[in-house]
């Protein structure tokens, strides 16, 4: 098996058959299997697996609190969000826990399997559109708190990356929008993240809409 071990957590059990067969089958090994948030923070504690594809919507234990409860204890494991509907309150409030992003669950095979790489390298999973799209609709609304509002700390450069990132900017479109060499965006960004305790680019545009720095007519 290459790539990240997976954590499947739905409530639906087709669904989690159905995931398992679609990884195994491309390659990647799955760990394990939970039915409910509860079952998914003690899964993980027992698993270790580097990724976690968690139903937002399941009875008991949420896959929003679930995933506040793994990611505070580990900056380790990714976990990707299940949805059956992109402009979701609930999934904005995953990204605010520090959720790598967001699958529809209708996604097809090829494109879960890359998805699962993706955020198993580090990276989060972000499509622009929807995401700014989701943020516009649901930051600021006092619902959910961003993970860290003071901006402080970062300098002026740093500031006008974190804009940029917020509006949903890659390393290379960054580089050529501020004129620098892209190993000098990847310093700015690491250091962002570094300092308002961000773990990917998920966090970081949730976090630009919360304090202001981005605002949807901007």
């Known amino acids: 098996m290459t790539g990240p071990r997976v954590l499947i957590v739905d409530d639906q059990e087709l669904i989690r058959t159905g ?3 679609i990884l195994t089958a491309r390659g990647i090994e799955v760990a394990g299997e939970a039915g409910d948030g509860a079952a998914a923070v003690e899964a993980e504690r027992r698993l270790r697996p580097d990724v976690i594809l968690m139903d937002i919507r399941m009875p008991g234990m ?17 976990i990707l969000m299940l949805t059956t509907f992109d402009l979701d309150r609930y999934v904005y409030a995953a990204l605010a826990a520090g959720a790598s992003g967001f699958l529809l669950k209708d996604v097809t095979a ?13 990276d989060a999973l972000l499509a622009p559109s929807i995401t700014r799209r989701l943020v516009q609709r649901f930051a600021g609304d006092g619902g959910t708190p961003a993970v860290h509002r003071d901006l402080s700390a970062l300098t002026p450069r740093e500031r006008e990356v974190l804009s940029l990132l917020g509006r949903g900017l890659s390393n290379a479109e ?18 962002i993240f570094s300092k308002l305790d961000l773990r990917d680019r998920a966090q970081a545009v949730v976090v630009a809409y919360e ?8």
């Open 62 to 78: 949420d896959g929003i609190e679930a995933a506040r409860q793994i990611l505070a204890r580990t900056k380790r494991c990714r």
């Open 211 to 218: 304090t202001g720095l981005v605002t949807p007519s901007g």
């Open 110 to 122: 090829d494109h879960l399997a890359a998805a699962v790489r993706l955020v198993g390298t580090g």
């Open 19 to 21: 995931f398992r067969l």
């Open 174 to 191: 960054l580089a050529a929008s501020l004129t620098l060499s892209e190993a000098t965006v990847k310093t700015h960004v690491a250091r």
